[in-house]
Nanobody
Framework: EVQLVESGGALAEVGGSLRLSCVASGFYFTDYVIGWFRQAPGKAREGVSC????????DYADSVKGRFTISSDRAKKTVYLHLNNLKSEDTGVYYCALDVQGYYPVDQDLLKPGPYDHWGQGTLVTVSS
């Protein structure tokens, strides 16, 4: 059974940093994409970033470019999302998701939820001023 487990969410101050982790298990695909999404209270889920573990191509939402960095450790099946220079509008539940088709390089289409087959339960990030 495919499982995605997020961790690292916490309370942080504006301007602070966090590192989120997404550990994937239960599959043997070698080409796949992991996406990070977030959902703020009362708002729709939005794509934040994505990475192909095949070619390490990445993409980001405009709202986080230059502040967030996605990376992967293929051997550990773990994808990280480094959140820097946090803003109050970064508050929300962060989810990682798995796209088993694994097309690469990734592009803005992989910041939409449609391609993703499996989702984690989410980890809460709260940014306070």
């Amino acid at each position: 059974e495919v499982q995605l487990v997020e961790s690292g969410g916490a309370l942080a101050e504006v301007g602070g940093s966090l590192r989120l982790s997404c550990v994937a298990s239960g599959f043997y695909f070698t080409d796949y994409v992991i996406g990070w999404f977030r959902q703020a209270p009362g708002k729709a889920r939005e794509g934040v970033s994505c990475i192909s573990v095949s070619d390490d191509s990445t993409d980001y939402a405009d709202s986080v470019k230059g502040r967030f960095t996605i990376s992967s450790d293929r051997a550990k099946k773990t994808v990280y999302l480094h959140l820097n220079n946090l803003k109050s509008e970064d508050t929300g539940v962060y989810y990682c998701a798995l796209d088993v088709q694994g097309y690469y390089p990734v592009d803005q289409d992989l910041l939409k939820p449609g391609p993703y087959d499996h989702w984690g339960q989410g980890t809460l990030v709260t940014v306070s001023s």
